[in-house]
């Protein structure tokens, strides 16, 4: 949906006129009342009543749900400019609204498969809370991320990042559920920048008995002899032995660690720009008796 960035009085004045949605950052949460203190250009000060501070389908609002929007950036609607005999401005502002509006107008009509932009707005070992529009927030299970797996959201992305994800579910509540690996590109398309007798970069991702998993790249990893010293999140560097895609195995040798990997925005082999929907995606290649897909 979009939002408009207020600069000056003016602005907010207009806002308030066309009844238009727009963005600034929560500042403070008094706890007494409930009430929301938004940052408004030109000393304006901006005021979220508690029952205007947000809005669920299912009609409950927490009041967590309201102090953890302060220091993030928060979307509502002006619904009231006052001013004072000493000249203070004060804008009266409707977070419910904006969401409610978002809901009915964009969220109420997703399906499964949809591919959507979203931002992480917080970071849970489970997974990734994620704002869908109009501060809506869906859950990306840690499960979901990727297909190489990971031990937290945090191994992946970082709070305030723009993202893209696909519709997993759509629960009768009105709550969404999201999915991500699916972007990320299928066992064939990942393997194909790599080849046996390269030495590449990598990430450990997990230490076993029989052996390291390393992390070529979010949709592709592989097995690595026990090294000395290995721990999950380390850079390290591998040399490829094989790749099997007929069991989707890479065969590695750990060559050395480097410290903690970076890190990085993943890389989309889907287009969102072209891509809206999808109804199916197959991860495994077709020789492969082992079929890892999803069905949407």
Known sequence: MKKTVLRNRAAVEEAARRGTTAEAMCVLCDCTTMQLTVELPDGIRGIIPRDEA???????????????????????KVTEIRENERGEVTAILSRRAAQRECYEQYISRLVPGDVIPARVTHLEPFGAFCDIGGGIVSLLTVDRVSVSRISHPSDRFRCGEFIHAVVQS???????????????????????????????????RSVEEYGVFVELAPNLAGLAESFEGACPGDACSVYIKSLIPERMKIKLVLIDTCGKAEVVPCRYFVDPDEVRHMDRWRYSPVECLKVVETEF
């Not at 809005?55 to 309201?66: L, R, S, T």
């Not at 509540?173 to 194909?192: K, M």
């Open 54 to 76: 947000g809005w669920a389908p299912n009609g409950e609002v927490k009041d967590i749900a309201i102090i953890t929007r302060v220091g993030k950036p928060v979307q509502f």
């Open 170 to 204: 759509v629960e009768e509540d009105g709550r969404i559920y999201l999915t991500h690996r699916e972007l990320l590109g299928t066992w064939e398309e990942n393997a194909a920048a790599f080849a046996p007798g390269q030495t590449v970069t990598g990430i450990v």
